[in-house]
């Protein structure tokens, strides 16, 4: 798999959240992608970038474009060193949260992208990685 | 510090939303909004979100809550402007506004919200 640009962005702020989803719009706009499916990958963003602010503490994203074949799409890599998810299947749960939104985050951008993963370790970080194909 | 401008009609109070808001804004939004409930004696909140790229969990739980902080605050709310895309994606994600009342457009709004102040007022009466 070619993967042809990346950039990496910072997520610290709530204004760095908005950042993301510019950041995310641009590149589906730049891919071709059409007005719902870029909705839907920047909705997924916007999800993962608060969680990452909210439950990791803060941390980063890489934007990837990757190819498959003639595939082109959009890989998300959110990354904090933050508490972990200690029961990952409960965090999918939708309504499940540990805070006080509405415990969609996880579930909803899962049903966002075409692929989803998440790797986390209690008191080592969360990484979650999502990929949407135009 | 920023801050959505809402706008006093008679009875009635205009929100356009047409930035991009990060979380803080859209929670200063809905204080700022309750408070001019009160001090405005508003009947009704018209938020149009026509310039909105996109509503996620946590912007759409904010139109929840100002929902039912209007109810509460004997005042209707009616979201406005939502864009095709904007609502395929809500839905997927599993957010259905439930307790949010909607129209197509700002006219169709301003009926809805007339029409549900209209109908209220007469069965203000069991209230007393």
Do not use: C
């Amino acid at each position: 798999m070619l993967v042809p640009l990346s950039e990496n962005r910072s997520i610290s702020t709530p204004e760095d959240v908005v950042a993301v989803r510019q950041a995310v719009r641009q590149r589906a706009v730049d891919l071709g992608f059409n007005l719902v499916d870029q909705t839907k990958i920047v909705t997924a963003a916007s999800e993962l970038a608060r969680n990452t602010l909210q439950y990791g503490g803060g941390g980063t994203l890489r934007i990837e474009e990757v190819l498959q074949g003639p595939r082109r799409g959009i890989r998300l890599v959110f990354e904090d060193n933050g508490p972990g998810i200690s029961n990952i299947e409960l965090a999918m749960k939708d309504g499940y949260t540990t805070g006080n939104g509405l415990g969609l985050g996880l579930s909803g951008a899962k049903r966002l992208s075409s692929e989803f993963a998440i790797d986390s370790r209690p008191g080592e970080g969360t990484r979650v990685t999502i990929v949407r194909w135009r | 510090m920023e801050r959505i401008p809402i706008l006093k009609m008679g009875e009635y109070l205009l929100v356009t939303i047409q930035v991009d808001m990060h979380d803080r804004l859209a929670m200063s939004l809905q204080d700022d909004l309750t408070s001019k409930i009160v001090s405005a004696h508003a009947k009704g909140v018209l938020i149009d979100i026509s310039a909105l790229e996109m509503v996620d969990s946590f912007i759409g739980r904010m139109f929840g809550d100002i929902a039912a902080m209007s109810r509460v605050l004997d005042a209707e709310t009616v979201v406005v402007g939502m864009r095709p895309a904007v609502a395929i994606t809500l839905v997927e994600l599993g957010l259905s506004l439930r307790g949010v009342r909607t129209a197509l457009n700002i006219e169709r709004g301003m009926d809805l919200l007339r029409g549900l102040i209209d109908s209220r007022g007469d069965g203000a009466g069991s209230a007393e």
